[in-house]
């Protein structure tokens, strides 16, 4: 591992070039950040609530994101690719709760999910070999078991900054997605970038197939969402994937949750779906925005999802 990580600068890369946002920095266990002049000229919100345009230097709140603003503690991984980081962290002898939030960010580096991005950039390496979805169902099993180093390094490279409890890893596909390779950095032509879910040790074997058929249902009931796929497998009843949402071909999006938005921590439920349809008209000024909010709250409580 690289040194402690004390100052980080976050950028905005929508697919063609990085324009400068700001810049973390960390001491005596505090995080603070400073918006760059020429950011705060252009106008672009990225965090309005929590994080509006200002300049000067600003103390970031202690919780509930261990000390981060909420637009960048969405771009730290969480379940799964923090017990990936934790555990190779402990194969070289470090001990997780020393790494800082920025190391962490550090880690996410210029590949993350969405559009914000971090220098230095200390991301794992991947590659542009073919991968076997069995293959990589039965390496997270190991891991959850306690496994190699090497694994864990592998699923590190797959995992982005993808959030969750369950397992994922970022692909890319070709057309008929039935070749698949690594997708979390540089795209060959031809190949789209979806992401990929393995059960936990909690779901059936069946947990892919349910998910895939809660997709087909929500698309039915109108809820836009992007295009899902039922990977095959000869191990269970296959493996739910879904195109990246916060990716438009080679175009990156910025995205924000409504926890990260609020600074609701998400771990102690403490927003309802009137809190979000109250920010979906805040944010967008538009009833057809709060309409498909709606829609969504509607399907998910009737579908007891």
Do not use: C
């Amino acid at each position: 591992m690289t040194q402690p990580i004390t100052e980080l600068r976050v950028g905005l890369d929508f697919g063609s070039e990085i324009q400068a946002v700001g810049r973390l920095a960390i001491r005596d266990h505090i995080i603070y950040f400073e918006y760059a002049n020429a950011f705060v000229q252009k106008g672009i919100e990225i965090s309005p609530v929590r994080l509006p345009l200002q300049k000067g230097v600003i103390e970031l709140p202690q919780h509930p994101f261990e000390g981060l603003s909420g637009v960048f503690n969405d771009s730290v991984p969480d379940g799964w690719g923090r017990l990936l980081f934790d555990r190779l962290l402990r194969s070289q002898s470090i001990l997780p709760p020393s790494q800082s939030p920025l190391d962490r960010l550090a880690h996410v580096g210029l590949y993350g999910m969405e559009a914000l991005v971090y220098e230095p950039d200390n991301s794992p390496s991947d590659s542009q070999k073919f991968l076997d979805l069995d293959n990589l169902a039965s390496q997270t099993e190991e891991v959850l078991q306690g496994s190699s180093e090497e694994i864990i390094k592998e699923l590190l490279a797959l995992n982005g900054s993808s959030a969750g409890a369950r397992p994922k890893a970022l692909i890319a596909v070709n057309h008929n997605r039935k070749q698949i390779t690594f997708g979390a950095k540089k795209l060959n032509e031809g190949l789209e970038r979806w992401l990929v879910k393995f059960p936990n040790a909690m779901d059936g074997y069946d947990a892919g197939a349910i998910e895939y058929v809660y997709a087909l249902m929500a698309k039915s009931a109108g809820v836009i969402m992007p295009e899902v796929h039922l990977f095959s497998s000869h191990k269970g009843a296959g493996y739910f994937g879904v195109k990246r949402f916060d990716r438009d071909g080679n175009k990156r999006l910025h995205m924000h949750t409504a926890s990260g938005l609020l600074h609701s921590d998400f771990r102690t439920p403490s927003m309802d779906y009137e809190d979000l349809l109250n920010l979906t008209a805040a944010l967008t000024k538009d009833i057809r925005e709060v309409e498909k909010m709606y829609r969504l709250a509607v399907f998910n409580v009737l579908a007891h999802n």
